[in-house]
């Protein structure tokens, strides 16, 4: 077993943390700088992340995700958001590019011009679903390096958006994807982990 199958199987869903547990801002920031090469459709790095570690603050996200424990006891609250207008960056995202001689000047304005049309031609609905989805893959990525490091997490839905936006201050282009909370687990009562089906259960090849 490699050392990144290991940590696959090792990282699982913490339903405790050890409570007075501090996480670095340091730590966090090299974590996000690992986290920033995640993919994203067309490189547009839908994610943003709210890290909230103050407990007063904390507190009002405890209320928000429906009282559950593990966020008053876990060293940090994240709020995984998903930018609904990430495609608005392309060029800003793109220019490296273009400085570099990387991209001709046609060639960029062809990117920009694309990208702009793809997300606004398929209307909101779309740029909703995108935004969740690259901000997931986004949030997968951080757990991972979070287990790597030594820390666990929980990944959640079970919140307020509505309630978050008020208590976070969440611009109207941001929506939540998800919670994550991250601190150390307390092993006391774990469970086995839970059932997983084989992959003849959900992998088929070549057509449904």
């Known amino acids: 077993m490699n050392d990144f199958t290991a940590l696959l199987k090792s990282r699982r869903s913490a339903t405790k943390f050890i409570p007075n547990t501090d996480i670095s801002d340091k730590e ?3 974590m996000f700088g690992l986290v920033k090469f995640a993919p994203s459709a067309f490189n547009l790095q839908h994610a943003h ?3 909230v570690k103050d407990p007063e603050l904390k507190t009002k996200v405890h209320e928000a995700a429906s009282k559950q424990y593990k966020v008053l006891t876990a060293s940090a609250a994240i709020l995984v958001l998903g930018d609904t207008e990430a495609y608005k960056d ?3 995202i793109n220019e490296g590019f273009l400085h570099l001689g990387v991209m ?3 060639e960029y304005d062809q990117t920009v011009e694309y ?3 793809f997300y606004e031609n398929r209307g909101e609905t779309f740029k909703r679903e995108e935004a969740i989805r690259n901000a997931s893959l986004s949030a997968m990525l951080f757990m991972l390096i979070a287990k790597d490091r030594g820390w666990d997490t929980c990944p959640m839905i079970g919140f307020d958006p ?3 936006r008020a208590v976070l ?3 109207d282009r941001y929506v939540p994807a998800m919670l994550i909370t991250i601190g150390k687990e307390d092993m006391s009562g774990q469970r086995p982990r839970g059932y997983r089906k084989p992959t003849g259960e959900f992998v088929t090849y070549n057509q449904f």
Request: net charge negative; aromatic share 4%.
């Open 169 to 171: 201050n969440i611009p």
């Open 162 to 164: 509505d309630a978050m």
């Open 90 to 92: 392309a060029a800003k």
């Open 49 to 51: 992340y709210v890290v």
């Open 115 to 117: 990208v702009n049309a």
């Open 28 to 30: 966090l920031e090299e």
């Open 104 to 106: 001709s000047k046609q």
